[in-house]
């Protein structure tokens, strides 16, 4: 998590597995997420890991967890600061994507592993935009989808250098949530 702690749904040598391979992911990026440069990083054998988590995949659907739990609360903290904000909401969903791309990424980039995820955790991510947008699910994935284009643009370095990304937000945010 934020504070570099991992949930208790872990033993205490799979948070270390865990933390580990966000650290890496941070600094080097989801291809440089292996087995081997995980084992590596803890200095043990790659097959040692197998102990904690069954393959790759359920590394990174811990990960995945972490993401969501963090933004969970970000998005949550930002609606008890500014109740009824989309703009407050955008912020910290963008603050938190920008603070950790990798991880953002990691999440967001292909399907999510809904079925391995905790119970509940996806929902509790929704709930600050669902209840900004009035429970309507059409605008909350609208809004949603804005946001992710313009995060992951921003990351992945689209925008031309003059590029007023404050405007263009603000512009984006008004045109779903007048």
């Avoid at 998590?1 to 991992?6: E, H, K, P």
């Avoid at 998005?75 to 603050?95: D, H, K, M, N, Q």
Wanted: proline residues 7%; glycine residues 6%.
């Amino acid at each position: 998590m934020a504070d570099g702690t991992v949930p208790d749904r872990l033993t205490p040598r799979a948070r270390e597995i865990a933390t580990a391979a966000r650290t890496l992911l941070e600094e080097s990026g989801p291809a440089a997420l292996t087995l081997r440069a995980l084992a590596d990083r803890l200095g043990i054998k790659a097959p040692s890991l197998y102990k904690h988590f069954p393959d790759k995949h359920a590394v990174e659907v811990e990960l995945i967890a972490q993401m969501l739990e963090e933004s969970a609360a970000a998005l949550e903290a930002a609606e008890a600061r500014a109740p009824g904000s989309v703009e407050a909401l955008a912020e910290a969903y963008r603050t938190y994507a920008i603070d950790h791309p990798h991880l953002y990424c990691l999440a967001t980039e292909r399907p999510l592993p809904r079925a391995a995820l905790p119970a509940g955790l996806e929902d509790r991510a929704a709930m600050p935009l669902m209840r900004v947008c009035g429970g309507d699910i059409d605008l909350a994935r609208s809004v949603w989808a804005f946001a992710h284009g313009m995060v992951i643009l921003e990351i992945h370095g689209r925008f031309p250098n003059d590029a007023d990304l404050a405007a263009a937000w603000k512009r984006g945010l008004k045109a779903f949530h007048p």
